[in-house]
Each structure stands twice: as structure tokens, then as C-alpha cells.
């Protein structure tokens, strides 16, 4: 009997919220034996990331204070 026909056994008597984790676990190792660029699908939100960083040095906590506060008062103005 080869392995797959010992998981294809096994799962068969499982319940159907333990043959998900069973899935999702399967999935997450296809996953990670894929190349970086086969890993992540095309349209997600990870090709996204650093798209929109700020030039130069990070805004302090008074700095977004002030943007958000000129926001409202323009929004609700």
C-alpha cells in the first residue's frame, strides 16, 4: 500500500473539520516547496507591498495627528 492510499484511508474515517486541516496543512507544503515567484499568485496584496512608502524618514505621532485631524476637519466641514 503506498502513502497516498494510507491518507486516503485514514481520511475517510476523519470528521469533516479534521479533513480540512488536513487540506490546508497539505496546501501550505505544496506552498512552500513553490519558487518565491510561483508562491504568491499574481493581483494579491503582497505584489503590492511598498508600493506607497514615504520618502524619508517616518511620521512622528503628532505629524499624524495633525494629518488625520486636517482630514476630518475637511471631510466634515
Known amino acids: 500500500m503506498t502513502v497516498a492510499e494510507k491518507l486516503y484511508q485514514l481520511i ?4 469533516e473539520n479534521q479533513i480540512h486541516e488536513v487540506l490546508n496543512f497539505a496546501e501550505f507544503l505544496y ?6 515567484a510561483q508562491a ?12 506607497a512608502k514615504r520618502s524619508g ?3 512622528n505621532d503628532d505629524d499624524l495627528q495633525a ?10 466641514q
Do not use: A, E, M
Open 31 to 36: 506552498q512552500k516547496q513553490l519558487s518565491p
Open 67 to 76: 494629518d488625520y485631524t486636517n482630514y476630518l476637519i475637511q471631510k466634515y
Open 40 to 51: 504568491i499568485p499574481p493581483g494579491t496584496l503582497t505584489g503590492l507591498r511598498g508600493i
Open 57 to 59: 524618514s517616518p511620521p
Open 12 to 15: 475517510q474515517i476523519l470528521p
